[in-house]
Every structure is written in structure tokens, then in C-alpha cells.
């Protein structure tokens, strides 16, 4: 369950296709595709053994976890390829991992597109007004 839930991910994540569009629309893929990949049953599962076995992982478990690290920061990347998309991809991982946690709790399908669209809403209003303070990531 864990390999197919990382291969999964792997996959969902590497398969984006971000729009030339707007900084919306492309934020928007982003992280519309992160939480397909995240939210699907197997990867749900794969999060729950993790999760569960955290003081007894193994070393495989940990370099899927490493890579898994590595392709969410070639997402960030591509969302603002001008500079280092770690800081992005970590805030939209952190944000998508808390959604995770009702869905694998609630006894029927937790309602998570208000938050989603926050999220989105959120990064774009972040990256549109970066430049405006002459900053770049969201170190301080």
C-alpha cells in the first residue's frame, strides 16, 4: 500500500501540467493536481501507515518520504520557476496534510473545496504582492 501510494503521488505530481495562464490559474493547477494526488484512498492509506509506524520506519520508507520531499519541491519550482520553490511546495504540502487528516477520520467524504480555494487564494494574493515588498520565498 505504501509503494503504490508513493508511486501514485510520484506520478500525480511529476504528470502537472501548469496553465501559461493567469498566476491564479497556475497556482490553481498546482494545487488542485497536489490534492488529487494526496486525497485518493491510496495515498490516504500509505498516510496512515506512516503515520502509525513513524518510530519503526525503515530506511525505504524514509528515501520514499525524501522523494516525495524532492518532487514536491520540483512543483514549487515550476510554479515560480524565477527562483527556489521550497517554501511554496512545503507551505502547500503542510496545508494539504492537514486537509488529509478529516478525510482519513470522517466517516463519510470531508467537504474540502472552501479551504482549497482559500489555499489557492492565499499563495496567489502571497506571490502577486511579493514584488511589491522586494522580497522573493517566504523566508523573513
Not at 506512516?50 to 524532492?70: F, G, Q, S
Not at 492537514?98 to 489557492?120: A, C, H, K, N, W
Not at 492565499?122 to 522573493?136: D, H, M, N, Q
Amino acid at each position: 500500500v505504501v509503494d503504490e501510494g508513493f508511486d501514485g503521488l510520484r506520478r500525480g505530481l511529476a504528470d502537472v501540467d501548469i496553465p501559461n495562464g493567469s498566476l491564479r490559474e497556475r497556482v490553481s493547477a498546482v494545487v488542485e493536481a497536489a490534492w488529487s494526488a494526496f486525497s485518493n484512498p491510496t495515498s490516504l492509506a500509505a498516510q496512515e501507515i506512516l503515520v502509525a509506524t513513524r518510530v519503526t520506519r525503515n530506511k525505504k520508507l524514509n528515501r520514499h518520504l525524501a522523494e516525495l520531499n524532492e518532487g514536491l519541491n520540483a512543483l514549487g519550482a515550476k510554479l515560480v520557476p524565477d527562483r527556489d520553490g521550497t517554501a511554496i511546495a512545503d507551505l502547500i504540502w503542510a496545508c494539504l496534510r492537514g486537509l488529509t487528516l478529516p478525510q482519513m477520520v470522517s466517516p463519510t467524504e470531508y467537504e474540502t473545496s472552501r479551504q482549497l480555494d482559500v489555499l489557492i487564494d492565499v499563495l496567489t494574493l502571497y506571490l502577486s504582492a511579493e514584488s511589491l515588498f522586494g522580497r522573493s520565498g517566504l523566508g523573513r
